[in-house]
């Protein structure tokens, strides 16, 4: 992982209480020295991710270090206000919960969850 994405990392985490990392032991370990003394960081490999995360979720901030199947499960685990960050794809782009950019620099999108309660139609 490059240390800028590193760096990004630490900065979305930090004052973050509840942070899940599916398939990344380095992303983990960036993230891990930006949390508060007693926040939690739960990893997950990305073959049967779901089951282990949701017994913790919601998160304030989830980092799929790599892509996964089944995306719209992914968002059960991130908290109303929550940040994701994930690889590029249009899914996190123009999903209607998410308000997301493409970070290019970095190969991320970082989105988050809306807040607000949202209505369907």
Do not use: C
Request: glycine residues 10%; negative net charge; charged residues 20%.
């Amino acid at each position: 992982m490059e240390p800028e994405l590193g760096r990004l990392l630490q900065a979305l985490a930090a004052g973050r209480w509840r942070v899940a990392v599916v398939g990344g032991g380095e992303a983990a370990t960036w993230i891990e020295q930006a949390i508060p003394p007693g926040a939690v960081v739960v990893t997950a490999e990305r073959s049967g991710w779901h089951e282990p995360l949701m017994v913790s979720a919601p998160f304030d901030l989830v980092v799929l270090d790599g892509g996964v199947e089944d995306r719209e499960r992914v968002l059960e685990l991130v908290a109303p206000g929550g940040i994701l960050v994930a690889a590029p794809d249009p899914f996190w782009l123009e999903h209607p919960q998410l308000y997301a950019v493409e970070l290019r620099e970095f190969g991320v999108v970082v989105a988050a969850r809306q807040a607000r309660a949202f209505a369907t139609s």
